[in-house]
């Protein structure tokens, strides 16, 4: 089949281009001159549009398999799609974690059949305990490895555990301690790949929550618990790993200024350290708590204006690369424990492009810089440029298209997720996300889905994403 999305302006990291995209076969055929006459089977009118790269959410927890009463694969990736991503990178915390090569393969055949983005897999990496599996994951295709820094993990579920002072000592594989993170480095940077870690350095937070004295009761006790300290302790730690041993190391959801200044810093002395953070992290404050409540509850937290703004100037300048959602949901009621009790993490993955298309319009983020952090450069990290992240021939056609003079209303009513409540409930934003296109096809048009459900798994290829990443 032929498609023409015709009358648009392309964007990419490079900027605006005026042209009409043809794609057949799910590849991106030729730019052509506007209205240049072709034969096409069907055509998407993209007049007074931004066409861009199909956007990439990097970082999403379906809790499928494990706890699908929380969330599915076949609802994140519908939210995902009706949100104009069109290729989505699962998580490995899942029950059971994606520790090797056979769970890689049985959690990909599950996923296909469920799929209505692309996706990818990550894998877990968990120190000695899995190390010989590190180099078949990645030739098995997993886009990265994640380390779920300071977090141990249960024996006989595979399940993580965050809070395991409590549990039984031998029912758990503990964190590996850091001599044993530098050989993880290791051996990740011997296979080309990517290892993202959560970082926060699990002692601070031990002492500061001792240092309270009291339980966690209000969102200020939850940030004294849980200091920018231990995120930027972890990161210095990690970049240091990341220049011993050439081991690319990215921190996903990166939420403190003094995190971004880590790893501005680390940048700058040619460590190969990047960086994600998340739109909780650029459009909420701890002044939503009042208002918002343990639904604000995230791990990192969110946390000041000023860590907000230094946020959005690390997007500007290159010191983040990629923003993902963390789409991690939970029951409601959940979440409605309190600040201590209630579990980390909220819906994200059908607010991620709204909530930066809206930032654009607003003229925090230029259209191209867009491209880069939603597509371009997330698809280079993992291993998945040029097959994704670019609008040129030869590319996947997965195209994201936006309205810049459109609005939209974000209403629990209308989001896809199992558990459909968002923290952005009843916002109005600029910009309207308005259709998708995913492997040739028109998929998603005013955030409903559009035709069959045609997602596929993509490998990550890290020999060329090794080159062509700009660390
Ligand atoms: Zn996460």
């Known amino acids: 089949m032929k498609l023409l999305v015709s009358s648009g302006t392309v964007v990419t990291e490079q900027g605006p281009v005026e042209a009409d995209v043809l794609c057949s076969d799910g590849r991106i055929r030729a730019l052509l001159a506007p209205g240049e006459r072709v034969a096409a089977d069907e055509r998407v009118d993209a007049a ?48 059971p974690a994606v520790t090797d090569v056979a769970t890689f393969e049985r959690r990909r055949e599950e996923h296909a059949a469920k799929a209505w983005t692309d996706f990818g897999l990550w894998g877990m990496a968990l120190g000695p305990a899995n190390l010989h599996e590190i180099a078949p994951l990645h030739r098995a295709g997993a886009v990265a490895v994640k380390f779920f820094w300071g977090y141990a993990l249960d024996r006989r579920t595979k399940g993580l555990v965050y809070d395991f002072a ?19 480095f290791r051996e990740v940077a011997s296979c080309g790949g990517v290892l993202a ?36 302790t972890s990161i210095a730690v990690g970049a240091q790993f990341a220049r011993a041993t050439g081991c690319r190391f990215h921190v996903v959801h990166m939420g403190s200024a003094a995190g971004a200044q880590v790893v501005r810093e680390a940048r700058a002395a040619g460590a190969p350290v990047t960086a994600e953070t998340c739109p909780q992290y650029l459009t909420l404050t701890e002044r939503d708590a009042e208002r918002l409540g343990p639904a604000l509850k995230v791990y990192p937290p969110v946390r000041s204006q000023a860590d907000q703004d230094a946020l959005w100037a690390a997007v500007a300048d290159g010191t983040v690369m990629s923003v993902g959602s963390d789409h991690a949901p939970h029951l409601v009621e959940e979440k409605m424990r309190g600040f201590g009790s209630a579990p980390a993490g909220g819906l994200g993955v059908e607010t991620l492009a709204p909530l930066m298309v809206d930032a654009m319009v607003r003229g925090r983020i230029s259209p191209a810089r867009l491209a880069g952090v939603l597509s371009t450069e997330t698809a280079r ?30 209403s629990n009513d209308r989001m896809h997720a199992l558990n459909p409540v968002t923290t952005w409930d009843g916002w109005d934003l600029r910009g309207r996300v308005t259709a998708s296109v995913l492997g040739g096809h028109p998929a998603m048009k005013d955030g409903e889905p559009v035709g069959e459900r045609r997602g596929r798994f993509v490998a990550g290829d890290h020999t060329a994403g090794r080159a062509a990443v700009r660390t």
């Open 381 to 410: 990290l993992y291993g998945l440029w040029p097959r994704k992240g670019t609008v040129r021939p030869g590319a996947d056609a997965d195209l994201t298209l936006v309205d810049p003079e459109g609005s939209w209303h974000v």
């Open 197 to 232: 870690a959560h970082c926060e350095d699990r002692h601070i937070l031990a002492r500061s929550a001792e240092r309270l004295g009291h339980p966690i009761e209000t969102y200020d006790d939850l940030l004294r618990a849980r200091p920018a300290l231990a995120e930027a």
């Open 166 to 184: 409590a549990a039984p000592p031998d029912s758990l594989l503990l964190p590996p301690e850091n001599g044993e993170v530098v050989e993880m």
């Open 48 to 95: 007074g549009q931004l066409v861009f790269p199909g956007f990439i959410d990097p970082h999403v927890h379906s809790r499928d398999p494990g706890a699908t009463h929380k969330e599915t694969f076949a609802h994140s990736t519908l939210g995902a799609l009706c949100g104009g991503t069109t290729t989505l990178l699962e998580m490995p915390n899942a029950v």
